[in-house]
């Protein structure tokens, strides 16, 4: 009997535990999956990212561009109804839009009042001729012989095509007054590798450049003194190709703590910092001035855009605008120069692709019309000098649907103005041999010489320089 009861108690008692342990196991797992369906479900009733996968702004290709070739994955005529710039042309839009067009004219009514091209120009033209007698740069030195001459130093010819203005620099800069030989004077330290030459050298290619890079900063930190006394932070490269935002993936210390110059220079980037590091305009080189820029009478077209479609906001500006009389929108690239466009459109339209980044606000300022700025988060170049507003229009990709609305608002004062000035700014996004006053090497030199550390690091040693 006493056998039989200690039975009938054990059982159960086994039984409420494996029970009880089951019921803890499990809990945790039943509160995660139906916490994860109720985010689901509140997203999916508050946005639109699972119903509509081309709603966000910030939307792009998948895959690297800069590395991969890619294509817009449907054509401009199929382009979803819902595609996010695509926002229907109601009063209650209209009315909506209304706010950023009248925030447009009152802003260039405003920096009308400040007709200056420059923020200040008393303290640019002031710090401008300091830089010009004080600031000087060393440069890590490389011999001819170097396996690696070619990506270190200065090219013998007038570079060509989108990518020139980093080897344009570095040739200017090599037969500048502000470099020195003495490190305990230099206020910089120039690493002169090129990424646009190691991107085509067999040797390194797009695949090598992080290696070379990493080796590269190893080797001068164990030969020369000089990096390791601020880890990089009074050093700086120039690159133009947006392959350079990934070259420092194995040298995270450059990314972080030097001063990149870069044309690749927007804020949604990882490791770029706008006031750390500087935006270099994109220059593809003209070899002569165009003839009769102001004649107005010849500027007939509102505005121009000719280019590949290669990101969202030049597929909604050509779903819009291709077929506009006054609005030039061309699909693909013109197969001779497009010159005779630019001279006779009063705007030309810098429109992102994938990249913030290219040549056509430059091409627009030498031909004298006024660039339109279709680039969201861009660091405009010289941002920290030039006054934009001045001469350019700068547009938001929400308001592609009333672009000629804005453009047709501004009035022929207005538009005056701003060409006046753009013909102004031209000199500062031209590179000549020799350098010229304020042109866009020295241009680049005073944004350098902008950032130059407070205090300079002396060397405690006597050392011997190459």
Same mark, same amino acid.
């Given at each position: 009997m006493g056998k039989s009861a200690f039975l009938i108690y054990h059982v159960p008692k086994k039984r409420?535990?494996?029970?009880?342990?089951?019921?803890?196991?499990?809990?945790?797992?039943?509160?995660?999956?139906?916490?994860?369906?109720?985010?689901?479900?509140?997203?999916?009733?508050?946005?639109?990212?699972?119903?509509?996968?081309?709603?966000?702004?910030?939307?792009?290709?998948?895959?690297?561009?800069?590395?991969?070739?890619?294509?817009?994955?449907?054509?401009?005529d199929n382009t979803a109804e819902d595609l996010f710039f695509d926002l229907p042309r109601t009063p209650n839009y209209?009315?909506?839009?209304?706010?950023?067009?009248?925030?447009?004219?009152?802003?260039?009514?405003?920096?009308m009042n400040n007709t200056d091209i420059y923020h200040d120009t008393d303290i640019f033209l002031e710090d401008y001729k300091e830089m010009n007698k004080s600031f000087?740069?060393?440069?890590?030195?490389?011999?001819?012989? @170097?396996?690696?001459?070619?990506?270190?130093? +200065?090219?013998?010819? /007038? *570079?060509?095509?989108?990518?020139? #203005?980093?080897?344009?620099?570095?040739?200017a800069l090599f037969n500048s007054h502000f470099i020195t030989k003495n490190p305990n004077e230099a206020d910089l330290f120039y690493m002169p590798f090129s990424i646009a030459e190691m991107r085509h050298d067999p040797r390194i290619g797009p695949e090598g450049l992080q290696d070379f890079i990493r080796t590269y900063i190893f080797n001068i930190s164990h030969k020369f003194p000089y990096w390791n006394r601020t880890n990089g932070a009074d050093h700086f490269y120039v690159a133009c190709h947006s392959i350079g935002r990934v070259a420092m993936d194995k040298a995270v210390e450059v990314k972080f703590n030097a001063?990149?110059?870069?044309?690749?220079?927007?804020?949604?980037?990882?490791?770029?910092?706008?006031?750390? @590091?500087?935006?270099?305009?994109?220059?593809? +080189?003209?070899?002569? /001035? *165009?003839?009769?820029?102001?004649? #107005?009478?010849?500027?007939?077209q509102l505005a121009f855009f000719a280019g590949s479609v290669n990101s969202l906001v030049r597929v909604a500006l050509l779903k819009h605008w291709r077929n506009d009389s006054e609005i030039f929108a061309h699909f693909g690239r013109f197969k001779t120069d497009d010159g005779e466009q630019l001279l006779r459109s009063k705007f030309c339209l810098h429109v992102k692709g994938f990249e913030v980044n290219a040549a056509r606000i430059t091409d627009a300022l030498h031909y004298g019309c006024v660039p339109v700025i279709l680039a969201n988060h861009y660091d405009l170049p010289f941002a920290d000098i030039l006054n934009w507003k001045s001469f350019?229009?700068?547009?938001?990709?929400?308001?592609?649907?009333?672009?000629?609305?804005?453009?047709?608002?501004?009035?022929?004062?207005?538009?005056?103005?701003?060409?006046?000035?753009a013909v102004k700014v031209r000199k500062h996004f031209h590179w000549n041999v020799p350098p010229v006053d304020y042109d866009a090497f020295y241009m680049a030199m005073y944004d350098l010489w902008l950032r130059r550390s407070s205090i300079r690091v002396r060397l405690t040693a006597s050392l011997e320089y190459m």
């Open positions: 409420y535990s494996s029970s009880f342990k089951a019921f803890f196991f499990f809990l945790p797992i039943c509160l995660g999956f139906t916490t994860f369906f109720l985010v689901l479900i509140y997203i999916y009733t508050t946005s639109g990212v699972l119903t509509n996968p081309h709603s966000s702004p910030y939307l792009e290709p998948t895959k690297n561009s800069t590395l991969i070739e890619q294509t817009i994955p449907f054509s401009i209209a009315k909506q839009s209304q706010w950023s067009i009248s925030d447009l004219f009152r802003s260039i009514g405003d920096s000087k740069i060393f440069v890590y030195p490389h011999t001819k012989d @170097d396996p690696f001459a070619n990506v270190l130093l +200065p090219v013998d010819f /007038d *570079p060509k095509g989108h990518y020139a #203005s980093e080897l344009y620099f570095k040739k001063i990149q110059v870069v044309c690749s220079s927007t804020y949604f980037v990882a490791g770029y910092f706008p006031h750390k @590091d500087i935006s270099m305009p994109q220059i593809w +080189p003209k070899e002569r /001035d *165009p003839p009769s820029i102001f004649l #107005s009478k010849r500027r007939k350019s229009v700068i547009v938001h990709y929400m308001d592609i649907p009333v672009l000629k609305k804005i453009l047709q608002g501004i009035s022929l004062d207005e538009y005056s103005w701003l060409q006046s000035n």
